[in-house]
């Protein structure tokens, strides 16, 4: 009897060691020259809050642009639509595309998403997002992108695609923007994602 107790009590043991949920991977650190060790936080066009290092994992191609801009950045926007039509289905299910507000207080959730359902951008690969506006300035500055304000409420900015590897290390950079996209900057793309 000691013994069928003994035996009894081991094999619980067991299933609930089998049963315990698995401890969670702890991520390796981030590249020293990565984008996401700039701690941002990101609000999208659903109104959900996340780190921008939460985009780590798969490559993306990073702009920056504002919702009220009437000409260079529907052509960025162009340009991220133009690049995927040059990939396969395959191809594009792995790649992100993150174009972050330069201009945080008017491009609210509401803002993104009117802009993300205008030009029929698929969110499960598109997000379109806002900083807080302390963040603005960093944000342009890890990704090379240059801006300033007008006194009309517009900005006068680079107008540039930039190509993150999965750990958010900058591979390519464009500045062709418009639905002809740049051959050697979809090559790099393309290499990416292999």
């Known amino acids: 009897m000691k013994r069928l107790m003994l035996t ?3 094999a619980l043991l067991c299933s609930n060691a089998l049963a ?3 401890t969670p991977q702890k991520q390796a650190p981030l590249p020293r020259d990565s984008v996401y060790q ?4 990101l609000t999208d066009q659903d109104g959900r809050q996340a780190a921008w290092a939460s985009k780590r994992g798969a490559p993306q191609l990073v702009s920056m642009f504002y919702t009220s801009c009437q000409y260079i950045c529907p052509l960025i926007i162009d340009s991220g639509k133009a690049v995927e039509k040059q ?3 395959a191809e594009r299910a792995r790649l992100g595309i993150t174009l972050i507000s330069m201009d945080p207080v008017r491009d609210t959730p509401a803002a993104l998403k009117t802009v993300a359902d205008k030009r029929k951008l698929d969110p499960a690969r598109w ?8 963040d603005v300035r960093a944000i342009a500055g890890v990704l090379g992108i240059r801006y300033r304000a007008l006194a009309d409420g517009e900005f006068n900015h680079t107008s540039a695609l930039v190509l993150l590897d999965s750990e958010g290390r900058i591979l390519a950079r464009t500045e062709k923007v418009g639905s ?3 051959p050697e900057f979809v090559a790099a793309v393309r290499k990416a994602l292999r």
């Open 38 to 41: 700039l701690q941002v936080q």
């Open 20 to 22: 315990a949920p698995p």
């Open 127 to 134: 997000t379109l997002a806002s900083p807080p506006a302390s």
């Open 87 to 89: 990939l396969t289905d």
């Open 8 to 10: 009894l009590a081991a």
């Open 180 to 182: 002809q996209p740049d």
